[in-house]
């Protein structure tokens, strides 16, 4: 296999790069050609890949080496850092972005969509729409009623934690159900030394998962999804409830919850210093890279309940999967990409990599999967409603510039709540209506 940089690539992402406040480097290209020719497009076919993580990558690698072979269709494989991508995606696609990448379903894909920067893809779901159930289509749908998006698989977050280490201390989470439950743990994890919850905002996104599951919690599906869309307000003292629940877990949580993106929050719990970690399944992969056994020791379960009315029956399980950019080179190429990708083949080329994923296509033989990814279908399964997550759920000129920024002040001075909640319907109001 050639690996090798094109040059008009590093053009691409300098672009990027000058755009970006942090910059937006290039983490990888790789040319993969095949020895044949055929397939639907012609020219080479740039993929954006908005992770540089070992397994994601290699389970991206696995999708278009299968591609290639089936093809002969050449691929440019572009790999850049995931908060850099996502924050600078409107930059990219505007510019002169690579033709099929990553994203994410729901209302973010959905703004791009609406600003005509993706390309419409309702063919594709003509062809392999059957494979998949009806919300998987709605989530891939954009305001027009066309279809931009291409899933390929779903997480949900969840309680995660080491079977072994609950064990040996006697904590049984899957008794855990109510509030009063939870307290009771973090409270004996706390008496053994341990972090009660392992915690990260230093990429101003992680915080938001533990947000929306209170709000569902306490509030319900239909506030959170409103809030979030503007038809209810900050300053609700539904919001302010919120906040006070999220105050009562901080003495439970680690102290430089700031100072730690995700992947550090993680490994409190892979190092067994922490019982719990709020987060999303996908990071399963980074504790198989570890070893078998770390994998096989982690569970999850559901959020407890906090309010009756609502028990347990809201989740964030965000969907993730591919775009064709408007912009790119080469629109019938990303395409065809995007729909081997969202076919069974595509999915089971990266599941054949070895690398967990719940796979979104209702096709896939479940069969095969392990006992974590059987236990997130289970928690999956009691949730009667979904959502994306908040920055995947609300507008990203609001999610990630504004509510990121506020949550990691909340945590600096958490008695500053009410101007906080303050500033941030102030700073919704002042945002330019939706094109």
């Known amino acids: 296999m050639l690996n090798k940089i094109a040059g008009h690539e590093v053009d691409r992402r300098s672009l990027l790069k000058g755009a970006a406040a942090g910059g937006l480097g290039i983490a990888g290209a790789t040319m993969l050609a095949g020895c044949a020719t055929g ?36 691929v440019t494989y572009n790999a850049t850092e995931s908060n850099a991508f996502q924050n600078n995606l409107s930059q ?15 209302f973010r894909m959905q703004f791009f969509a609406d600003q005509g920067l993706l390309v419409d893809l309702s063919d594709v779901w003509n062809e ?5 159930n009806e919300s998987y289509k709605i989530a891939a749908t954009g305001s027009d009623g066309k279809q931009y998006f291409v899933p390929q698989s779903w997480y949900p977050w969840g309680l995660h934690f080491r079977k072994s280490m609950m064990a040996e201390i006697g904590l049984d989470p899957e008794s855990i159900y109510n509030w009063d439950d939870f307290m009771g743990a973090l409270e004996l994890l706390k008496g053994k030394g341990l972090i009660g919850l392992a915690s990260a905002d230093k990429g101003g996104w992680e915080a938001m998962g533990t947000f929306d599951i209170l709000n569902a919690r306490i509030n319900g599906y239909q506030f959170h999804v409103d809030l979030l869309a503007g038809r209810e307000k900050w300053t609700d003292d539904r919001v302010k409830e919120v906040f006070a629940y999220w105050e009562k877990l ?29 987060n999303g399944s996908w990071f399963g ?17 559901p959020f407890p309940e906090i309010n009756p009315e609502f028990a347990r029956d809201t989740i964030d399980a965000p969907i ?4 064709v950019a408007k912009n790119g080179a080469n629109n019938a190429g990303g395409a065809d990409l995007a729909k081997f990708a969202g076919d069974k083949e595509g999915m089971q080329a990266m599941l054949d990599t070895g690398i967990p994923m719940t796979s979104a296509n209702k096709n896939q033989d479940t069969s095969t999967y392990d ?33 990121g920024p506020a949550f990691q002040s909340w945590f600096k001075d958490p008695s500053s709540t009410n101007a906080i909640l303050e500033s941030l319907q102030s700073q919704w109001d002042a945002l330019p209506p939706l094109a």
């Open 250 to 278: 901080l003495p439970y949580m680690n102290t430089n919850v700031l100072d730690l993106e995700w992947d550090g929050a993680m490994q409190l719990l892979l190092q067994k210093q922490a019982g719990f970690f709020f």
């Open 320 to 323: 993730d999967g591919f775009c």
């Open 39 to 74: 397939g639907a497009s012609s020219g080479p076919i740039a993929f954006g890949a908005r992770t540089v993580d070992e397994s994601p990558t290699k389970q991206l690698k696995g999708l278009i080496d299968a591609y290639v072979a089936k093809t002969g269709n050449e």
């Open 92 to 106: 990219y696609l505007q510019g002169t972005p690579d033709d099929c990448f990553q994203w994410m379903a729901g």
């Open 371 to 403: 006992p974590f990814q059987l236990q997130q279908l289970a928690v999956m399964n009691e949730a009667k409603y979904i959502t994306q997550f908040l920055d995947r759920d609300t507008r990203p000129d609001f999610a990630g510039p504004i509510v």
């Open 285 to 301: 992969a980074n504790f198989l890279e570890q070893s078998q056994e770390d994998y096989d020791d982690l569970w999850i379960v």
């Open 128 to 132: 392999i729409g059957d494979q998949y």
